[in-house]
């Protein structure tokens, strides 16, 4: 069972969720790029949160993990939105008013269309932008209590690598950074460079969040659970030092670090093997592979020199609620043998709360609750008041 203060949660991203993110570079991203979907409404939770959040709270769960769109906060350098910043205000004293812990995320892959259009991450003051809307963002956040300031920065990495090739001509560079698809199962490298910039961006916002707030701060990770196969110990040392270890070491100090993890897969001396297809295989081509959080966990407790673990995403893309609560059941076995042996993990949050856009696609549903998209209305799956019973329980039967 788990200690007094555990988290149990759901998570969305502003842009997957809020809809009409007109402003960020996403946006236009979606109006440029052939063949994929729009966000448009999306699930109008910008309007909604608190249907959303009320849901999740009577269903029995204790924490909402959500984010704070820049785009929205700073429409133009240096010029910020008392009005937005007032309406995240008001999510977080819901949340609070439900009972739910807020999980604030400061950055979920959107960047501002002026920011992204300066060089984004590259450019020159990238550092000092962030900080500054780091730094206004403070103003809202008492009462808050943990803060992750960079969302998956190694996707992002990978993110802003992919649209560099894209934007020199060749679209065929880009794909989803979540949905990967049995086409294209191993995504590329993330540039090492820009992993280090955002290095650089999380060390300026932990530091202003540790002078204005007393909240927890950490950022999170996307864990691929790697594992060699013979022979291949160096090769797997190599590709999660540039796919994961360099934002892992960079958490070593944070008061957390969220880990992020789906699946699993192995090396071998080519490099990583695609994900095998067949009937468990997912709704994004990712192998069913429940156990790979208890790899996640293990790696980043030993990656970070023992830094506190938040499990901020963790969850399945599938239309069948009960291969959901198969898997996260499973998942949570896992993530229990980790505690008993010692690893301090505060907190299982779920990826995600509702169905949405995930990323350039409509298709793959992750959601605890299904969301029509010509109503809006929200429908609780059995999932989420499963999770609710296993957090009311304190864990997993």
């Known amino acids: 069972m788990t200690r007094p203060g555990f988290l149990w949660g759901a998570a969305t991203a502003p ?107 590259m450019g020159e003051r990238a550092i000092e932008r962030f900080r500054a809307y780091v730094q206004e963002v403070t103003r809202i956040l008492d009462g808050v209590e943990w803060v992750c300031t960079i969302n998956e920065p190694n996707m992002l990495a990978l993110m802003v690598t992919m649209s560099r090739a894209a934007q020199s001509g060749d679209a065929r560079s880009w794909m989803s950074p979540t949905v990967e698809g049995a086409a294209r199962p191993v995504l590329p490298d993330p540039d090492p460079k820009v992993g280090h910039r955002l290095a650089e961006a999380h060390d300026a916002a932990r530091e202003v969040l540790r002078e204005h707030t007393g909240a927890a701060v950490g950022w999170t990770v996307a864990c691929q659970a790697l594992t060699a196969t013979p022979g291949n110990e160096e090769r797997l040392r190599e590709l999660r030092h540039v796919r994961e270890d360099l934002y892992l070491e960079a958490a070593r100090g944070d008061d957390f670090i969220g880990v992020q993890s789906y699946s699993s897969q192995a090396v071998d001396e080519h490099g990583i093997v695609p994900h095998a297809q067949g009937p468990d295989t997912t709704m994004t081509g990712n192998a069913y592979r429940p156990d790979a959080i ?35 059941s499973e998942a949570l076995r896992h993530l229990f043998a980790c505690m008993d042996e010692g690893i301090d993990v505060r907190g299982y949050i779920h990826w995600t709360a509702i169905d949405n856009f995930e990323w350039g696609h409509w298709g793959p549903t992750f959601g605890l609750m299904a969301v029509d998209r010509e109503t809006f209305e929200r429908t609780p799956k059995p999932s989420l008041a499963w999770l609710g019973e296993v957090a009311r329980r304190g864990g997993p039967a």
């Open 15 to 121: 842009h997957q969720v809020e809809g009409n993110n007109v402003n960020s570079d996403w946006w236009l991203l979606e109006q440029r790029m052939p063949g994929m979907e729009r966000s448009g409404d999306a699930c109008d939770s910008y309007h909604r949160y608190a249907e959303d959040m009320r849901l999740l709270a009577e269903a029995g769960l204790n924490t909402y993990r959500f984010g704070i769109e820049w785009a929205r906060v700073e429409p133009a350098p240096g010029r910020f939105s008392r009005a937005e910043l007032a309406h995240y205000r008001r999510m977080i004293d819901t949340a609070l008013g439900l009972g739910l812990t807020p999980v604030i995320t400061l950055h979920h892959f959107t960047n501002p269309r002026w920011f992204a259009e300066d060089q984004g991450w």
């Open 294 to 328: 208890g790899i996640a966990v293990r790696h980043a407790w030993e990656a970070t020199g023992h830094t506190p673990i938040l499990i901020t995403e963790n969850g399945i893309a599938t239309p069948d609620d009960t291969r959901r609560i198969a898997y996260t």
